[in-house]
């Protein structure tokens, strides 16, 4: 049973919760697009850049100083909180999109070749198609799908036939699904992408703000995720790599703090991680990406996931009691994403209708317009999201505004 | 922006009185969605992709005809009915007017009936792109016609 102790604790955390919205109090489930900021996230950021903004790693000077040690703390925080054996593991990219372009653009172009195939799932956000279709159409490589059931789990026996039928160079998919919520089994996906020889990179960008990761427990090669979703500001997320494969990893991007020595007679790199991150980075990101995760620990990412599975399912019943309604993935384990269609209602007009009513959600195809097809969804979902604050009371909310437009459309 | 013709700033006056009526946002969207049932749409032989223009969301299709007066003749569609109500209200407004007048409409009434934001280009509802299209189409009209 769905209950509001976590969120009565925490939503004071959240000034963003009390505002209106058309009149109506907000009710905010679109956090699988982006969650809201924790004061503790607000004020953290604020804090840097009232008190000790400065350039970070060089700089003799006090400020430069205190900035790097905070900036390098947000990475340490990172890299605990993910089980990563080296910090220096941890690169700091502008969010998992563009971990997904270093990962293609530097391992894809050094390892890809003429035949060469890249696994990922017909599940997948858009970032973990286009920046490998984009390197296996440069090295005359090629992208291909795992197939997806009804239910939104995906197809074992098409990804283990896959992994037989092209031997694929690397295997990509996500952790958790941002359209239909479901939860891959990550470690056995990645056994068994290893044992056929392949690297492999899980997208944890839904994953992060939801569950407990570990790396080393799932064994993969590379893992990407974002801030934003998971209380952090946007801008700032990171990849994970093993620490010897991104030895090997030509850099990407060229540029200052990438550098050890710079002259025309050539170049040489840096080290682990500042190889692969060119240009002042975004400071006040990875600052507040560590105060982000220090609020999840603070918390504690277990009470939030229990918090979250319980959600999902008080909000399963409440909408399928709606004439009409059709929840689109029932994987058995999920995080907080509901997805639903009317059939011959545009989902457009029930976002649009619901938001009049102060609630927030998400229609459309969710960047996953792969998956909407191999569904025959044509014009998406309504996507209603969660985050540790959310209420059963504001998923009841949701279903009235829910009904009501229906209503009104029918 | 130059004056309105007096068709188009009419027929714009039209709509802002019809709406005059609803304070409510959920009213004005009941009305929008009557509207979006009710108006004459596309043919259906003409509903395909020559006739699509691609919203993020919502699909919209428009099709303009050049009539012997030189005015033009709009008809659209959309697969989401809000989207229709509103395509709807343009089509009202623009069509079967002067090419010139087309292209060079100033079109206030979606701001006066408070409906502006669905006219933004970040809202993937196919809207702003539909009247630029109306707005291309009358205008290399109104050049061949000049």
Redesign the interface.
């Known amino acids: 049973m769905a209950n509001s102790s976590l969120p009565d604790r925490i939503r004071r955390d959240f000034p963003i919760l009390e505002r209106e919205v058309h009149g109506k109090p907000l009710v905010y489930l679109d956090n699988a697009a982006s969650a809201q900021k924790p004061l503790a996230v607000i004020e953290g950021q604020r804090e840097y850049l009232s008190n000790y903004h400065a350039n970070i790693h060089r700089g003799a000077h006090q400020l430069a100083q205190l900035a790097t040690e905070a900036f390098e703390g947000g990475r340490r925080k990172l890299a605990e909180h993910i089980g990563a054996p080296h910090v220096e593991e941890v690169i700091f990219t502008a969010g998992s999109t563009d971990a997904i372009n270093l990962v293609a653009q530097s391992w894809g172009r050094a390892n890809l070749g003429e035949g060469d195939v890249v696994l990922v799932t017909r599940m997948e956000h858009h970032a973990n198609i286009v920046p490998w279709q984009m390197v296996c159409e440069a090295v005359g490589a090629k992208v291909e799908p795992v197939n997806v059931h009804e239910d939104g789990t995906l197809d074992l026996v098409d990804f283990h036939a896959a992994l037989d039928r092209y031997s694929p160079k690397m295997v990509a998919f996500v952790h958790a699904s941002n359209t239909l919520g479901t939860v891959n089994p990550v470690a056995e996906l990645c056994r068994a992408a290893s044992d056929a020889g392949a690297l492999t990179l899980v997208d944890g960008s839904q994953a992060l703000p939801h569950m407990s990761i570990d790396v080393k427990a799932i064994g993969c090669d590379f893992y990407v995720a974002t801030a934003h979703k998971a209380y952090g500001p946007t801008g700032i997320g990171f990849l994970w790599g093993r620490k010897a494969i991104l030895e090997a990893m030509p850099p990407w991007r060229g540029g200052g703090e990438m550098i050890q020595s710079v002259s025309f007679e050539g170049t040489t790199y840096n080290t682990l991680p500042h190889k692969f991150e060119a240009g002042t980075p975004h400071i006040s990101g990875g600052i507040a990406f560590g105060l982000a995760i220090d609020w999840v620990r603070g918390v504690g990412i277990e009470a939030i996931a229990a918090h979250e599975r319980s959600l999902v399912s008080y909000a399963h019943n409440a909408l399928e009691t709606l004439k009409g309604v059709r929840i689109i993935g029932t994987a058995p384990e999920k995080v907080g994403v509901v997805s639903l269609v009317v059939d011959g209602i545009h989902p457009y007009d029930l976002g649009t209708l619901m938001d009049g009513q102060g609630v927030a959600v998400r229609t459309g195809h969710h960047c996953t317009e792969p998956l909407m097809t191999h569904l025959g969804l044509e014009s998406g979902t309504l996507r209603m999201s969660f985050a540790a604050y959310t209420t059963p009371r504001e998923i009841d909310v949701a279903a009235a505004a829910l009904a009501r437009a229906l209503a009104m459309l029918r | 922006m130059a004056e309105n013709h007096p068709l188009i700033e009419a027929r714009q006056q039209e709509v802002i009185a019809d709406f005059a009526v609803f304070d409510d ?2 009213d004005k ?2 009305h929008l ?1 009557e509207l979006g049932k009710d108006i004459p749409t596309i043919d259906g032989a003409r509903k395909t992709d020559d006739h699509l223009i691609k919203g ?3 699909r919209v299709w428009l099709a303009a005809d050049s009539a012997a007066d030189g005015h033009v003749h709009f008809t659209a569609d959309s ?5 229709k109500g509103l395509v709807g209200l343009m089509v009202q407004v623009l069509s079967d007017a002067p090419a010139k007048a087309i292209a060079e409409a100033n079109l206030h009434f979606l701001d006066a009936i408070g409906l502006h934001q669905h006219l933004s280009p970040t809202r ?2 196919g809207l702003a792109s539909m009247v630029q299209q109306m707005r291309l189409y009358a205008a290399a009209l109104a050049a061949r016609q000049a």
């Open positions: 946002w959920m969207y009941e969605i993020c969301q919502s697969d989401a009915i809000i989207t993937s509802n």
